[in-house]
């Protein structure tokens, strides 16, 4: 492929992005560039080495960080994913994705074996969550997870309002009505918990049979 010609499919913008990396190691970002289409093809491996000369020549490159953390996820490495995310949100003041994945990722360790952990855990989610909703306030999963932390510490009102406010912001988000539904059922609101039950569901989640079980008495016929 000349210099010239645009690559016409994800194969030759791989060949492109390589032979650019190999005329300039310094560049970070055609590195990252280079990672994300590797992920597109699910070649994890080169991707990985990819983000890492990224960061290497760019330490500051948050989003970088976030894709290596994304690709120890994969791995169900925890700890790797939560440490990556932790760099990014230090490389780059405000970066409301790291703090989300650093909210979703405790959440994660939250395994019922260690209370007190479980405990510190939970509240280190709550405050990264938060930020990463008061960094970019349209940030729907972050409050869809900010709304599961404050159901696991018992603070229902608190989750509503948090998954409320998702739907505010993108009224069809399937898990938002799911949680709603739950919570409004634990409070015995069951009109509005089978209303975000069906709508959940009509929207393509997966509701679980439980909870269709325990809200099937409260329908009326």
Known sequence: MGNNDKPQNADEYIAMLRSQVAQNTECGTTYYNLAVALLGKKEYKEAEDALHNAVECTPNLAEAYVLLGGICLKNNDLEGCLKYN??????????AEGYGNIGFILLQQCTGQDSAADEDRLENAIKNLQKAVVFNPKFVQAFTTLGTA??????IDEGIAANRKALSIEPDF?????NLAVAYLEKGEFEKSIEHCDKAEKLGFKVLDQLKKELEPHRKN
């Open 174 to 178: 399937p898990i938002a009505h799911n």
């Open 86 to 95: 932790k760099i990014a949100v230090k490389s780059r003041a405000g970066f």
């Open 150 to 155: 404050y159901f696991m510490r018992g603070l």
